[in-house]
């Protein structure tokens, strides 16, 4: 169980599936290492609630990882320009769908991540969606005034200077693991119906073969010395792939309209694969070949 930090801090970006209201129970099950490894890192609310010596953040959408990596290098700059999309005139739907298309064609990595942080706020519901071609096509907000999050811009950028960010699979991510740290994993959740299905956070999407094969990469991982746990909706499903793990079941209040009105209980599963104990042998031959 990792240590609670003194405040809950809530992410700059708002983020579907978001973990802010989970993370105390969330941090019950984390094991405290030195390395938390995040494959899935969204708007990163684990990372910023638990306190680990390092972090490796990693997902498969450049445009979040290239936004960390260059709020970790120059946030006061940074934080100056992204002020500037904060206004009354920037809030209106042509603006934003100029915004929208400028974005769309942009390939500055600089330009690109403003842009970014401005369609999060001022899209709707802070959806982050892409169609077939790549291009992010979520609809204008009609929000009376969007919050610039500067405090919590700040805040991230402090934080970021422990981390890693890395645009690659999961699959990858669990590669470069190590013996010895936690992985945290919150991939896009196992639809509850046939018609609640969304897994447009990257144009790639996440089949139900991903969920089957991240279940078995963590049971390898554990098998590697590694603490695994992965968050997803309580199913017969899930329940299925992850039969290896020691499973913990909670329910969890979510919207189920789009106007956000009616809540219901949804069941959330925790999935945890503790590490075995890597023979001495493995460890040693695993030592030679990283420094031979």
Not at 98 to 115: I, K, P, V
Not at 211 to 228: C, D, S, Y
Request: net charge positive.
């Amino acid at each position: 169980m990792t240590k609670a930090v003194n405040k809950k801090h809530r992410a700059f970006l708002k983020w579907a599936g978001g973990k802010y209201s989970l993370v105390d129970s969330l941090r019950q099950h984390l094991v405290a290492t030195d390395t938390l490894v995040e494959p899935f890192v969204g708007a990163g609310s684990v990372f910023l609630n638990t306190d680990y010596s390092q972090y490796q953040l990693y997902d498969i959408n450049a445009d979040l990882i290239h936004l960390y990596q260059i709020l970790q290098q120059q946030s006061e700059h940074f934080i100056a320009d992204a002020r500037t999309f904060f206004v009354e005139s920037s809030n209106q739907r042509d603006s934003y769908l100029r915004l929208r298309d400028e974005f769309n064609q942009c390939t500055d990595q600089y330009q690109r991540a403003l842009l970014f942080l401005y369609l999060n706020r001022h899209g709707y519901n802070g959806l982050c969606r892409y169609n077939l071609s790549g291009k992010f096509n979520v609809p204008f907000g009609r929000y009376k005034k969007p919050y610039f999050p500067e405090a919590e811009l700040h805040f991230f950028a402090e934080k970021a200077q422990r981390a890693v960010f890395r645009c690659v699979s999961y699959q990858q991510a669990f590669a470069a693991a190590e013996a010895g740290s936690t992985v945290y994993c919150d991939p896009p959740y196992v639809p509850l119906s046939k018609t609640a299905s969304f897994t447009g956070y990257a144009k790639q999407g996440f089949s139900l073969d991903d969920q089957a094969q991240l279940a078995i990469l963590a049971e390898q991982a554990q098998q590697r010395g590694i603490n695994v746990l992965i968050s997803n909706h309580d199913t017969t499903w899930t329940r299925q792939i992850y039969h290896q793990a020691k499973l913990t079941s909670m329910q969890v209040g979510r919207s189920i309209s789009q106007q956000g009105a009616t809540r219901a209980k949804v069941a959330e599963l925790f999935a945890s694969y503790p590490a075995k104990p890597v023979p001495a042998a493995r460890l040693t031959t695993a030592t030679v070949q990283k420094t031979g």
